[in-house]
């Protein structure tokens, strides 16, 4: 009798033992259930293919970080962008209907893929290939740091059937360089045509880079910052030709100047310019240096004289095998004749 009762007392304890075992298991699973499908929804990405709005941190972040320097071409940009296409709501709930519909027929089929996203201090990049039949554009646009749209400018396209190559450089500040070259079946040399877009608050896209060798009354190199102010000491054009020259004009204060530079050695084969801002560490020296930029240029003035040294590694403003080292003299000033006032 006492052996029955001790298999009985047994199973009782088993069962409820198992029982709260599979009950603890079951508490455990339900609560990893739920883990997973929290994450899941946090995880779950925006339609950007729907008609549905979206969120513009999710439209940004459907473009990934373009590496600087960057380079397409006419023949290959319909093999660029992403798999992931926007739908036109989506599109235009960003970049305004206008700078589509001037691009495209909406009422035809067509694709938007984002290409690539170029962060800077005060603005975003975002960069588009855009095709309906078999016409392909790159557009960009801009945006301000706080996701507004600010401008858009179209970079490329691949049914210029005008017998060039065209080809799209962007370098790290971003300059947007559209080149067009092409074999003279005649001479036999390279024919070339460069202009170069750079984006200026309050004023969109602006010209800073129009080369050619095709028709001799566009060689001149366009200077960027030549109109505004040179009234402190050392603001001015410091030049050798109209091909190789610095160009500083007034800051935003005295130690402060805008700064362009452009030159061109070896016949034209290496070419080099930047724009930004010099500081100035004493009366007689100053520094070009930015932030994220591994560029960094010494200034030394002495006298009319500025001679500035490559420091840091500039390879993105210039040809491989020329540098921002050098030396030009400052322009002199035109005098300003004085009208006489007549005695009354």
């Known amino acids: 009798m006492l052996l029955y009762y001790c298999m009985f007392v047994w199973a009782v304890l088993m069962t409820y033992f198992y029982t709260n075992l599979y009950l603890r298991l079951m508490r455990h699973f339900i609560l990893l259930a739920l883990l997973i499908a929290l994450i899941s929804c946090k995880e779950k990405k925006a339609n950007l293919s729907g008609d549905a709005p979206v969120k513009v941190n999710d439209f940004v972040a459907a473009f990934r970080p373009l590496t600087l320097p960057y380079t397409a071409s006419d023949t290959n940009i319909s093999k660029l962008g992403d798999t992931l296409n926007f739908s036109q709501k989506v599109f235009t709930q960003f ?179 930047l724009k930004g801002e010099l500081k100035m560490k004493d009366d007689k020296s100053g520094i070009y240096s930015q932030a994220g930029d591994p560029c960094i240029i010494d200034f030394t003035f002495e006298g009319n004289d500025i001679t500035l040294k490559e420091k840091g590694s500039c390879g993105n403003r210039r040809g491989i095998e020329c540098f921002f080292d050098d030396t030009f003299t400052k322009k002199k000033e035109p005098k300003v004749k004085k009208k006489k006032t007549k005695e009354q």
Not at 239 to 264: M, Q, T, V, W
Request: glycine share 6%.
């Open 95 to 273: 970049v305004p209907d206008s700078v589509l519909t001037s691009l495209i027929n909406p009422s035809k089929k067509f694709t938007i893929y984002p290409l690539g996203r170029i962060e800077k201090k005060e603005e975003n990049y975002l960069l588009s290939v855009i095709t309906q039949n078999k016409k392909t554009q790159l557009l960009v646009a801009v945006f301000d740091r706080k996701n507004k749209f600010l401008a858009a400018k179209l970079l490329l396209a691949n049914n210029d059937n005008d017998g060039y190559v065209h080809t799209l450089s962007i370098n790290r500040e971003p300059t947007f360089t559209v080149s067009k070259e092409r074999i003279n079946n005649e001479t036999k040399q390279l024919q070339f045509t460069r202009v170069g877009w750079v984006y200026a608050s309050g004023v969109a896209f602006m010209v800073v880079i129009n080369d050619t060798n095709e028709d001799p009354t566009k060689t001149g190199v366009l200077n960027p910052i030549d109109t505004l102010p040179k009234k402190n000491k050392l603001s001015g054009d410091y030049i050798r030709d109209k091909k190789n020259f610095i160009s500083l004009r007034d800051g935003k204060n005295a130690n402060n100047y805008l700064l362009f530079i452009h030159f061109e050695k070896r016949e034209g084969t290496c070419i080099g310019e």
